[in-house]
């Protein structure tokens, strides 16, 4: 199996999990999200940086962000970590993740245009290489459908074997 699905209810500790789960990989790579301090980051697997992705500032122009529920992130933080991860898809890791493809991504934007190529590939390579994605259980049927993904394996929890 190349692709992973790992989902489970929002704020259940998916992405805590997956940073200790990656610390302890090999050859990891890819965008978590994870809360700090009230805001959203997002942290780069392979150089070990975060950046902020959500907006708190009303002076910053409408056409700058993505907005999505109570959040508000920039589009210039999506654009960075979509540079990171077709970067991250080239050197081929053993995993790459992307936390979270969510209701931004079945609109066609944040992740998007790095998912697409990433989920050709990894849908039909045959290959050990693996693509974790994050997916809140509510959408745990809709991203397989929206991406046209074929094979994959939906888990609730770390770690994987694979």
Known sequence: MSIYLFSRPVQSGKTTELAAWARCQNNVAGILMPDQLGKRWML???????????????????????????????????????????????????????????????????FYSSLIKMIAYYDTANTEKNLLLVVRDGLQESVPLFFGIKNYLVIHQLPITG
């Open 44 to 110: 780069d697997l392979n150089a070990n940086l975060s950046f902020e992705a959500t907006c708190n500032d009303a002076k910053i122009p409408e056409d700058e962000l993505y907005s999505i529920g109570k959040f508000k992130f920039y589009k210039s933080a999506f654009d960075t970590a979509n540079q990171i991860l077709l970067t991250a898809f080239a050197q081929n890791p053993a995993w790459l993740i992307i936390d979270e493809v969510g209701k931004l991504e079945l609109q066609g934007i944040g």
